[in-house]
T-cell receptor
Framework: AQSVTQLGSHVSVSEGALVLLRCNYSSSVPPYLFWYVQYPNQGLQLLLKYTTGATLVKGINGFEAEFKKSETSFHLTKPSAHMSDAAEYFCAVSDNTDKLIFGTGTRLQVFP | EPEVTQTPSHQVTQMGQEVILRCVPISNHLYFYWYRQILGQKVEFLVSFYNNEISEKSEIFDDQFSVERPDGSNFTLKIRSTKLEDSAMYFC???????????FGPGTRLTVT
């Protein structure tokens, strides 16, 4: 069965600093991996996804994530945080079906 | 830009009552989903729906729950005889194809008292 662990329910960074949100997964089959972002009072929006091929995936708003099979990780990074990045971020995994298994989420705060 | 909409944004109901949560998926999408998030817990898959049939459902989705696409635009989740533990944020999502990007609505917060 698939599962996702997001380390750190809250992450705070200064504007301009590196953003690193951690995600580790467990899957018995080659996983599909996703990062979603949720802004207040809005739905979940797909940031990026990994299915097959290149392990470094670039998404919207300058975010990227790297699939590391040996570490069962899919950490989300952004070189320079912006105030508008403040939101909740969810990592998710699927086993090649439409059923997404989500982590508990990480709330990102960006300070000026 | 097309978006998934959900109504109501907040529903309060008494234990034992039936509720219907409504979703309007993106118009050309064919695959529909419900997820829920109990406060402080993970977003959990409930059910997927395609071609007027349930494709997959989780253990949570028992006989208390049902889904329906009553017309060409709405996708509903019915919860019969609500329990306190049904209190959660319920998200609808839709996708244009299988394994395609799922577009989520803003959610309906259900409070059972």
């Amino acid at each position: 069965a698939q599962s996702v662990t997001q380390l750190g329910s809250h992450v705070s960074v200064s504007e301009g600093a590196l953003v690193l949100l951690r995600c580790n997964y467990s899957s018995s089959v080659p996983p599909y991996l996703f990062w979603y972002v949720q802004y207040p009072n809005q739905g979940l929006q797909l940031l990026l996804k990994y299915t097959t091929g290149a392990t470094l995936v670039k998404g919207i708003n300058g975010f990227e994530a790297e699939f590391k099979k040996s570490e069962t990780s899919f950490h989300l990074t952004k070189p320079s945080a912006h105030m508008s990045d403040a939101a909740e971020y969810f990592c998710a995994v699927s086993d090649n079906t439409d059923k997404l298994i989500f982590g508990t989420g990480t709330r990102l705060q960006v300070f000026p | 830009e097309p978006e998934v909409t959900q109504t109501p944004s907040h529903q309060v109901t008494q234990m034992g009552q039936e509720v219907i949560l409504r979703c309007v998926p993106i118009s050309n999408h064919l695959y529909f989903y419900w997820y829920r998030q109990i406060l402080g817990q993970k977003v959990e898959f409930l059910v997927s729906f395609y071609n007027n049939e349930i494709s997959e459902k989780s253990e949570i989705f028992d006989d208390q729950f049902s889904v329906e696409r009553p017309d060409g635009s709405n996708f509903t989740l019915k919860i019969r005889s609500t329990k306190l533990e049904d209190s959660a944020m319920y998200f609808c999502a839709s996708s244009v194809r299988e394994l395609g990007e799922q577009y989520f609505g803003p959610g309906t917060r259900l409070t059972v008292t």
